[in-house]
């Protein structure tokens, strides 16, 4: 059992960034709750109350926020993530992980959808722009996806590939050689 997912238990990870993401989260609640696997939603603080008071069943586990050694367990325990596209897809490739991915529609250069995208390409990630998104619409994909497990592995093969591990040591093995020239 990791964070309170039992092992055999297929789980879906809901979360938007440090302040969540209201679109996502009406979205998960439509169409999570009552859902035939574990969701495991982290909503940030702003909408947790409001979501907290919808009496939601015990395998929808809403938490306002995780501690980064709490995320990574999170992380460990999902089958599925949805999410923004911000930096956390990093977090996701490295976990191997497929996702559906709703970029946020003001994100700075737009830097949300061409991480989206970059997942996406590589086969790792459905992408679901902001306006577009529905607890229906959601629902729909995350179903499907669930019910093809070849193409759920597929996809998280496919993200541990854009995975880069040993990037902080590559990028300073670069600089000390330059720095040395």
């Known amino acids: 059992m990791r964070m309170g997912v039992p092992a055999q238990a297929t789980c879906v990870l809901v979360f938007g960034g440090s302040l969540g993401a209201r679109s996502i989260n009406m979205a998960a609640v439509e169409a999570f709750a009552g859902a035939p696997f574990h969701v495991l939603h982290v909503s940030g603080r702003r909408d947790h109350a409001e979501l907290a008071a919808r009496g939601l069943p015990a395998d929808y586990d ?8 709490d995320f990574t367990d999170a992380l460990g325990a999902a089958d599925l993530v949805v999410a923004r596209s911000g930096g956390s897809v990093f977090e996701i ?7 559906v991915l709703i970029p946020y529609p003001h994100a700075a250069a737009d830097h949300q959808s061409t991480n989206a995208r ?3 390409d590589a086969g790792a990630a459905l992408v679901i722009a902001d306006s577009e998104l529905s607890g229906a619409r959601l629902g729909g994909e995350v179903a499907a996806l669930l019910a093809d497990r070849r193409r759920l592995e597929a996809m998280g093969s496919a993200s541990a590939g854009l995975a880069r591990p040993r990037a902080a040591g590559e990028i300073a093995a670069e600089l000390l050689e330059a720095g040395s020239s």
Do not use: C
């Open 62 to 69: 809403l938490r306002a926020y995780l501690p980064l050694a």
């Open 93 to 99: 490739a490295a976990h191997g992980l497929p996702a």
């Open 118 to 120: 970059w997942m996406a």
